[in-house]
């Protein structure tokens, strides 16, 4: 790999980790989501940093093309994400199925508590001194 190939790819990695590292900061992202970025980040850095080791995963996998050793795991990674989110969006479409039935239930209580009252106070004589 060129040197100037070899530098890119290691400041991008280095700047995605340190863009995961800020959000964590700023509380933009939570730590359970950024493990992941954080460990792609360093493996890029680690892959681009020693080439050689990526040739010979690739190699021990019985990829004879290197460089399709880092599409798979793209792909793999892309994946994994997508599938991720998907639970989660599951899980926040049941939870606010859940916070819409009990806000309408509550509702209707307040509804039928502020009607209540009025027709105490309609029962009451006026003038009950």
């Given at each position: 790999?060129?040197?100037?190939a ?25 730590i ?13 850095l680690?892959?681009?940093i ?5 040739d010979?995963?690739?190699l ?28 989660e ?17 509550y ?23």
């Open positions: 790999m060129p040197l100037k070899k530098l890119i790819i290691i400041s991008l990695s280095l700047s995605l980790f340190i863009f995961v590292l800020n959000l964590i900061r700023k509380r933009q992202l939570k359970e989501y950024s493990i992941l970025w954080l460990l792609v980040s360093s493996l890029i680690l892959a681009s020693w080439q050689n080791l990526a010979q995963v690739a021990l996998l019985g990829i004879d093309y290197p460089p399709a050793l880092f599409l798979s795991i793209a792909i793999f990674f892309s994946l994994g994400i997508l599938m991720h989110f998907s639970i969006l599951s899980k926040l479409k049941e939870q606010n199925k859940s916070l819409t039935q009990e806000l309408a239930i509702k209707n209580i307040i509804n039928q508590l502020q009607k209540t009252p009025k027709s105490l106070d309609e029962s009451r004589p006026i003038n009950e001194g």
